[in-house]
C-alpha cells in the first residue's frame, strides 16, 4: 500500500497533482500526503489538525483536498420546552462556537423560557429556490417567455422531478429586467436543505424552456434566488424555511430573572433592533440571530455560508397585560437533516441530541423541527442579550466570564 511520504513524493515530481492522491491511497493517507506537502511549503505544524476522529472517506463528499479536522468546542444550552409543529419536547440544544459568554447568555434565555412554560414555534413556508436567467432579444419576447411559463408550469415541473426522487417543484415565479427574464423555481426539498438537487432539476427544467422558447440560458444562478448573499427578496418571499418562534413571559419572571421590565426591553427594542436596524438600512432587524443560528448550523452539519440568509431574522418585543411577549421571525432558514455536512459523525451527533438526525415521517418533519429549534434558541439568545442591554449587565456580564 501506498504510504504518505511516497504520495507526497509523487506530487513534488509532478506526477501527481494534489486532488489526485485518493485515486492512488485511501483517504486518510491522501490527507497525511497532503499535511507533509503543506507542513514542507509553510513551516507550519499540523499535528492538531491531522488528529480527527472519523475516518476520512466519510468528508469525501463534503470537501476536497482534505488535510485533517478543524475542532470548533461544543456545547449545550438548556433544556428548553420547544412547543412547534413539527416537534413538541424538552430538548438541549447544541452549538458549536469559539465565542465566549455566548452559550451562557442562551442558556439564560433557554431558563427563563421554561419558567414561562416554554416557547411556541412554528414553521410558516418552506421552499429551496434557484433562478436561472434568460436572454432574449428584447422587451416582447420577455412577455412571451413569462406567458409562456405561466401556462407550461406542468412541463417545467416534470422536467424537474424527473431529476429527484424527493423534491417537488412547488411555483416558478418570472421577474423581467430588460431583455433578462429570471425565473425563480422554488421547491419542497423534504429533509434536505436541497441546494444541490435545486440545481439539478432546476437545469434539466431550463433546457425545456429554451427548447420551446426563444430564450437562451445564460446562467443556471441569476443571483435572484438569492443564496449566501443579503437579499430582500428573501426577507419578504423566503427561502429554506420561514420559521418564527414566540413566547409571552410574566412580569414577575422579567423583573426576578432578568433584572429588568416588561418596558425596559420592549423600548429598546424599538429603538435598537427596529428603529436603529432601519437607519442602518439592515436587513436583518434583531440583535444577535447570526449567533445562534451560525453555532447551531456548526453542530449539525448545515452549510455554514447560508448564515448570511439565516440571520435575515426580525425581533419583536411588546408588553401585554403587564407582561412580556417576545418573538423572532426567520425569514430564509435553509437546513437539512439528510446529505452534506450532516453525514459527519460529529455533526450527526448533534442531530441526535435534537433527535431528528435523517429523514422524517411524514417526509420534512425533521428539517422543520430542526428549523423551529433553532427559532427557539434564536429567541433565548435575543431575550438574554436584551435583558442585559436594558438592565446594563452586558459588560459586567462578560467582565465576570472572562471573556
Not at 50 to 57: D, K, L, Q, R
Not at 89 to 96: G, N
Not at 112 to 138: E, H, Y
Request: hydrophobic share 45%.
Amino acid at each position: 500500500m501506498t504510504d504518505a511520504a511516497s504520495l507526497a513524493d509523487r506530487v513534488r515530481e509532478g506526477e501527481l497533482r494534489l486532488h489526485e492522491l485518493e485515486a492512488h491511497a485511501d483517504a486518510d493517507v491522501a490527507a497525511e500526503a497532503r499535511r507533509l506537502l503543506v507542513e514542507e511549503q509553510s513551516g507550519a505544524s499540523l499535528d492538531s489538525v491531522g488528529n480527527y476522529g472519523f475516518p476520512a472517506e466519510v468528508a469525501e463528499s463534503a470537501i476536497e483536498n482534505m488535510v485533517g479536522a478543524i475542532q470548533v468546542p461544543m456545547g449545550v444550552a438548556g433544556p428548553v420546552t420547544v412547543n412547534g409543529g413539527a416537534i413538541s419536547d424538552e430538548k438541549y440544544l447544541p452549538l458549536a462556537t469559539t465565542e465566549g459568554a455566548l452559550l451562557a447568555s442562551v442558556n439564560r434565555g433557554c431558563s427563563v423560557i421554561n419558567a414561562a412554560g416554554g416557547a411556541t414555534a412554528r414553521v410558516l413556508k418552506s421552499g429551496m429556490t434557484r433562478a436561472p436567467v434568460f436572454r432574449v432579444a428584447d422587451v416582447a419576447e420577455a412577455e412571451a417567455l413569462v406567458s409562456w411559463t405561466r401556462d407550461n408550469f406542468e412541463k417545467l415541473k416534470a422536467a424537474a422531478e424527473e431529476t429527484t426522487n424527493h423534491g417537488e417543484l412547488l411555483d416558478v415565479t418570472p421577474y423581467v429586467v430588460g431583455n433578462s427574464v429570471y425565473l425563480r423555481f422554488r421547491y419542497d426539498t423534504k429533509d434536505a436543505m436541497g441546494m444541490n438537487m435545486t440545481t439539478i432539476a432546476t437545469g434539466a427544467a431550463c433546457e425545456v424552456v429554451e427548447d420551446e422558447t426563444t430564450g437562451s440560458l445564460v446562467a443556471l444562478s441569476g443571483n435572484l434566488c438569492t443564496d449566501k448573499k443579503p437579499a430582500a427578496i428573501n426577507a419578504v418571499e423566503g427561502r429554506g424555511r420561514s420559521v418564527t418562534a414566540d413566547v409571552r413571559i410574566p412580569r414577575e419572571i422579567v423583573e426576578e430573572r432578568l433584572h429588568t421590565t416588561p418596558e425596559a426591553i420592549a423600548e429598546l427594542n424599538t429603538r435598537k433592533n427596529l428603529v436603529g436596524s432601519a437607519k442602518a438600512a439592515s436587513l436583518g432587524f434583531n440583535a444577535h440571530v447570526a449567533n445562534v443560528v451560525a453555532a447551531m448550523f456548526l453542530a449539525t452539519g448545515q452549510d455554514e455560508a447560508q448564515v448570511v440568509e439565516g440571520a435575515n431574522a426580525i425581533t419583536t418585543a411588546d408588553v401585554q397585560d403587564g407582561d412580556l411577549y417576545v418573538s423572532v421571525s426567520l425569514a430564509s432558514l435553509e437546513v437539512g437533516t439528510v446529505g452534506g455536512g450532516t453525514k459527519l459523525p460529529t455533526q450527526a451527533e448533534g442531530l441526535d441530541i435534537l433527535g431528528i438526525r435523517g429523514g422524517g415521517n411524514p417526509a420534512g418533519s425533521n428539517a422543520d423541527a430542526l428549523a423551529e429549534c433553532i427559532a427557539v434558541g434564536s429567541l433565548a439568545g435575543e431575550l438574554s442579550l436584551l435583558s442585559a442591554l436594558a438592565s446594563r449587565h452586558l459588560s459586567s456580564a462578560h467582565a465576570e466570564l472572562g471573556r
